[in-house]
């Protein structure tokens, strides 16, 4: 067996002489070592062997052993060695080269327009306010005063959801849980996503971006109002613009406006852009109906209040000369990298 022990450390020196890699190196251990290797079989035959005989093939054997793991070990790390070289080799990075530019990315017209809007009223000191874009019927429509046939209030115009629970057509309803929650004096916006039954097209979309806000405090009137929305007018689209309010009708406001700003594009005298009428309508607004006020078990004798609201999509159609509102939402970087 000893002559066995020779001839095994002889054909591991050959073997692994002519082994290079990695996976020739393996083999060889296996062949060697393995469980069913040469030196692995020898050891296994030795207990047929007398004790003084089992003594001495054993040292022979471990020391066979430990001289073929030595070679692995060598081998194994001259091998690994030659890898690392030739990947470090492979992964060189000149510094001295130009580094590739990372083009930054640019915020969404409508996220741009959003932020303009709120900095303007933060200024005022208003707050902003956010709520659920999934509400109950009553937050959208019972509370603002919208009676059961308002239309709506339509499943044809109105993603319900449930019977008592839709996607909001309006922010509005952000004011009604920030009437419930909370006490004059309150001054807050509220953007946000809202959703109706829209056909889409250049003008109309079913999920479309709104601004409302909300003034609670003693002794509020339409003057107050009509100055802070002239002076929202003046800071978004310059301080020569003009504004007009029109009687309208709203549910959940008395008495209603609508809001016309004077063409920031021809200045007032006529354009494709204001039709050539010379004015271009940006909101809605009026005082908070005593209704309202009331669903926030607010004293209407004490407290009045005004409440206003926008399309950013139209605001930003207006501002940026964007025709056709379907294009914040095709993701085309042609025309989102035109607001860098």
């Not at 339509?154 to 920030?178: G, K």
């Amino acid at each position: 067996m000893e002559n066995q022990l020779k001839a095994i450390l002889n054909e591991a020196k050959e073997l692994l002489s002519k082994a290079n890699e990695v996976p020739e190196i393996e083999e060889v251990r296996i062949k060697m070592l393995g469980k069913k290797g040469q030196l692995t079989e020898i050891l296994r035959s030795m207990g047929t062997l007398s004790h003084e005989e089992r003594k001495v093939l054993g040292q022979a054997a471990n020391s066979a052993r430990e001289e073929i793991e030595k070679m692995l070990a060598e081998k194994f790390a001259e091998a690994q060695s030659v890898v690392k070289h030739a990947k470090f080799k492979l992964e060189k990075i000149d510094v001295t080269e130009p580094g590739v530019p990372m083009p930054l990315g640019v915020k969404h017209p409508i996220t741009i327009t959003i932020n303009e809007i709120a900095k303007v009223f933060m200024s005022m000191g208003y707050s902003i306010a956010e709520g659920p874009e999934i509400d109950t019927v009553f937050n959208n429509f019972d509370a603002l005063n919208s009676p059961a046939n308002h239309p709506s209030r339509d499943y044809t115009d109105t993603f319900y959801v449930t019977e008592d629970t839709l996607l909001r057509c309006h922010t509005s309803s952000v004011q009604i849980r920030t009437l419930q929650s909370e006490k004059p004096p309150i001054k807050i916006i509220s953007p946000g996503r809202c959703f109706r039954r829209d056909t889409p097209d250049a003008t109309h979309s079913p999920m479309f971006h709104q601004v409302e806000g909300l003034l609670v405090d003693e002794g509020v009137t339409m003057a107050d109002l009509k100055g802070t929305l002239d002076h929202f007018a003046k800071e978004l689209f310059g301080s020569k613009v003009k504004t007009k309010f029109r009687p309208h009708y709203f549910p959940f406001t008395e008495p209603s406006a609508e809001v016309d700003v004077s063409c920031f594009k021809c200045d007032g005298v006529g354009c494709n852009v204001c039709k050539g009428s010379g004015w271009i309508e940006i909101l809605g607004c009026g005082m908070v109906h005593p209704n309202v006020l009331k669903v926030g078990d607010i004293d209407t004798e004490k407290y009045t209040g005004f409440a206003f609201g926008m399309g950013v999509e139209r605001i930003a159609m207006l501002k940026y000369g964007v025709d056709d509102i379907r294009l914040f939402y095709e993701n085309d970087m042609r025309f989102i990298n035109q607001f860098k």
